[in-house]
């Protein structure tokens, strides 16, 4: 029988909303944090949020949130007796997560095992089969020979997914419909691959047409429990990753939802696995499921099984990492309504969804009824390219999907961030769209249907209406100071500001274009 052994302070080895996330919860159970932090992150809030704080270096990942030894001497420094890594950086890191160990020092998340074992997808879809979990058809072994994924293409019939065996978030992905474009694509996936991961194999498997992406959380303790707490539906992407996720999903029912559930267990549980874990699945236009792979940390989207639940993950990952049995059995887990979580990114959604940089100068956030914030956003900060362009996540919580469409459609009318360019209007207009309306969406249809999220008329011209109050204020201001002789080019920039009005006021004239 594991024996407990408290948790006295926890470093959270993160930034943003997740290290936010997790001290709230220690917080709440008496238990100090340690924040780390780069030089670009001094003033944020998680920073001040905790009880100490430790510098870990310059800006880039490299240099600070990725430097393990860093993470270690800071958590020896401070007395911290547990490391907790949010998402990203080093949390799926099992060398990471085995050196925790090592030093003593308890790893909240599941054993540098496990992680192994499911970090590789060519390692994780061996232990599917074993366990007898339905995975994909495609292949079990990487491969960097072109004339291997011929034949093995033409086995599994096109159209075949590309994928890189050590990839994540999206990268060393490609999509071949027939032979030429197989080469071509696993050439470009093995480069993606070695770049971002150092590791170029790739493999195939077979690609799903109109696939739907159902994950279910999964949470194990060392007493040899293991339950699932539902699926969430996270089929709105781009670029192969996700946007706006919704719990319950729109195509699972009862039944499907304890099968995909039993599953997940079942995988889970053939590796031992304890603590906080997501198994991923393609779900294809019949209905039938894959699991695609497991994510052996807390995933961005756990606030909507919280929300529905109404289960602390992280206390839970807390109690779990202490040596606790998991708080409730199988049957005692309920869920009550639907949870919708929006995405909100620095980037250009209607220009490919590139990443944007600025300083915040203008913040409102959403609140009232079934509304949850989850964001280290603050007027002043500096936003980059040196991490995740997410910048904050919207929940709600009501009684039914259609209410809780309703109420985000609410909530993201109450956003407002200046200074740096957001996909807030692409959000706004996928709330809106008849295909997530109706529930008849998939993981390509933002690619497939672009003109359905399209920025219509009616919004182009509120963002003339915003540029044409900013051209007045500045002709305003121009002319209170006008009267200063000792600023020459006043009055040429008074003149140009007013002209400049005068071409946006004739864009809302009957035929006028801006």
Request: net charge neutral.
């Amino acid at each position: 029988m594991p024996s407990v052994r408290p948790i006295r302070k926890v470093l959270v080895a993160n930034r943003g909303e997740i290290a936010l996330r997790v001290m709230r919860t220690c917080r709440e159970m008496g238990i100090p944090t340690v924040a780390v932090f780069s030089d670009a992150d001094r003033s944020a809030i998680h920073v001040r949020a905790a009880q100490e704080a430790v510098r870990l270096g310059p800006a880039p990942s490299a240099q600070s949130y990725l430097c393990g030894d860093k993470i270690l001497a800071a958590a020896k420094a401070t007395g911290a007796d547990a490391i907790h890594p949010g998402f990203g950086f080093l949390s799926e890191n099992a060398g990471f997560a085995r050196a925790v160990r090592d030093a003593g020092l308890i790893f909240i998340g599941p054993t540098a095992e496990s992680m192994e074992a499911m970090g590789d997808k060519i390692e994780a879809r061996r232990h599917m089969v074993a366990a007898g979990v339905p995975v994909v058809p495609g292949m079990t072994d990487p491969v960097s020979d072109p004339e291997v994924l011929k034949v093995e293409a033409a086995r599994i019939g096109y159209p075949v997914m590309i994928k890189a065996s050590a990839g994540g978030g999206g990268k060393g992905i490609r999509i071949a419909r027939d032979e030429p474009s197989l080469l071509t694509g696993a050439k470009r996936a093995a480069s993606e691959a070695q770049t971002a991961f150092g590791n170029p194999a790739v493999y195939i498997e077979k690609y799903l047409e109109e696939p739907r992406h159902v994950e279910v959380q999964v949470f194990g303790d060392e007493h040899g429990n293991v339950v699932h707490v539902g699926e969430r539906e996270c089929s709105v992407q781009r670029r192969h990753q996700k946007v706006v996720e919704e719990r319950p999903s729109v195509i699972v029912d009862d039944a499907m939802r304890h099968a995909m559930g039993e599953a997940a267990v079942k995988a889970a549980r053939s590796i031992g696995y304890v603590n906080a874990g997501t198994l991923e699945f393609m779900v294809d236009k019949h209905r039938n499921f894959y699991v695609l792979e497991m994510n052996t940390r807390l995933q961005v989207e756990h606030p909507i099984t919280e929300l529905t639940s109404g289960i602390d993950l992280v206390r839970w990952q807390l109690l779990v990492a202490m040596g606790h049995p998991l708080p409730m059995t199988q049957d005692e887990i309920v869920h009550e309504g639907h949870a919708i979580e929006c995405r909100l990114y620095a980037e250009d959604a209607d220009h490919g969804f590139l990443p944007a940089t600025g300083r915040v100068t203008r913040l409102e956030m959403p609140a009232g009824p079934g509304v949850r914030v989850d964001s280290g956003l603050f007027t002043g900060m500096e936003v980059g390219l040196h991490y995740d362009p997410m910048l904050a996540k919207i929940s709600v919580h009501a009684p039914t999907r259609e209410q809780a469409i309703e109420r985000m459609s609410r909530a993201l009318s109450e956003v407002t961030v200046t200074g740096v360019t957001t996909n807030l209007s692409f959000l706004r207009r996928v709330l809106q769209s008849e295909p997530f309306r109706s529930g008849r969406y998939d993981t390509a249809t933002v690619e497939s249907r672009p003109e359905v999220f399209a920025p219509q008329m009616n919004e182009q011209r509120s963002r003339h209406v915003a540029v044409l109050a900013a051209t007045m204020a500045h002709v305003l201001r121009q002319r209170r100071g006008f009267g200063d002789r000792r600023d020459a080019g006043a009055g040429r920039r008074a003149s140009d500001a007013r002209a400049n009005a005068s071409r946006w006021v004739d864009a809302f004239r009957p035929g006028g274009a801006p």
